[in-house]
C-alpha cells in the first residue's frame, strides 16, 4: 500500500520559512517522479513544483520561484519542499503527489499538511 505522508506544516509570519516534508512508503521511491500542490480555500488544487526522479531537474510554479525549493533524498524516500519569504498568499493545504511516468498524470497523492502565513 502506497503511503505519502506530508510534515513540517504550521503558522508562520510574512517573511518567514518552513521547510515541509513528504515521506514515501509502499513504492520504489527512486522511480517517481514526485511533487507538490497546494489548494487555498475556496479555490481549486494548483502545481507549486516538482521533481524528476534523478532530483537532477525541477520546475516551479511562477509563484513561487526564486522563494521554493525542491528536492529529494532518494536514500530516505522522502521529498522536501523548502520554503522562504512567505506570504499570506502562500496560505494553504499542501500536498506531495507522485507519478511514474513524467508527463501522465500523478498516480498518488498524501493527504497535506496545513500552512498558515500570518501577515
Known amino acids: 500500500q502506497v503511503q505519502l505522508v506530508e510534515s513540517g506544516g504550521g503558522l508562520v509570519q510574512a517573511g518567514g520559512s518552513l521547510r515541509l516534508s513528504c515521506a514515501a512508503s509502499g513504492l520504489t521511491f527512486s522511480s517517481y517522479a514526485m511533487g507538490w500542490f497546494r489548494q487555498a480555500p475556496g479555490k481549486e488544487r494548483e502545481f507549486v513544483a516538482q521533481?524528476?526522479?534523478?532530483?537532477?531537474?525541477?520546475s516551479y510554479a511562477d509563484s513561487v520561484k526564486g522563494r521554493f525549493i525542491i528536492s529529494r533524498d532518494n536514500t530516505k524516500n522522502t521529498v522536501y519542499l523548502q520554503m522562504s519569504s512567505l506570504k499570506p498568499e502562500d496560505t494553504a493545504v499542501y500536498y506531495c503527489?507522485?507519478?511514474?511516468?513524467?508527463?501522465?498524470?500523478?498516480?498518488?497523492w498524501g493527504q497535506g499538511t496545513q500552512v498558515t502565513v500570518s501577515s
Open positions: 521533481i524528476i526522479r534523478s532530483g537532477g531537474s525541477t
Open positions: 503527489a507522485a507519478k511514474a511516468i513524467w508527463l501522465a498524470n500523478y498516480d498518488y
